[in-house]
Nanobody, 119 residues
Framework: QVQLVESGGGLVQAGESLNLSCTAS??????MGWFRQAPGKERELVAA????????YYADSAKGRFTISRDNAKNRVTLQINSLKPEDTAVYYC??????????????WGQGTQVTVSS
């Protein structure tokens, strides 16, 4: 069982940057990723990264502005979001799972962290 704790959400202005962090309860060789869910919308995979960091996936909406990275020594995965837009407003969930990034589905989930972008 892997426990995941997110941090770094908050209220930001459009155009600003934000770093979301997720710390796992133990070292994991699982793929890790970030999903988000906006009000009234389905949950969507934003980005994922395999255990070595050599393979990543980004949703079309995330390409060019989002960067996912991981530090296995700290059991941590980070999502950097640049040039934030109001449509990035959502609850962001850290997840870990067995599947590779391109077909990632979370098996373990954090509680989520709210990101609100004001225009």
């Amino acid at each position: 069982q892997v426990q995941l704790v997110e941090s770094g959400g908050g209220l930001v202005q459009a155009g600003e940057s934000l770093n979301l962090s997720c710390t796992a309860s133990a070292r994991t060789f699982l793929t890790m990723g970030w999903f988000r869910q906006a009000p009234g919308k389905e949950r969507e995979l934003v980005a994922a990264i395999n255990w070595s960091g050599a393979s990543t996936y980004y949703a079309d909406s995330a390409k060019g502005r989002f960067t996912i990275s991981r530090d296995n020594a700290k059991n941590r995965v980070t999502l950097q979001i640049n040039s934030l837009k109001p449509e990035d407003t959502a609850v962001y969930y850290c997840t870990a799972g067995l599947r590779p990034p391109a077909v990632f589905k979370g098996d373990y989930w954090g509680q989520g962290t709210q990101v609100t972008v004001s225009s």
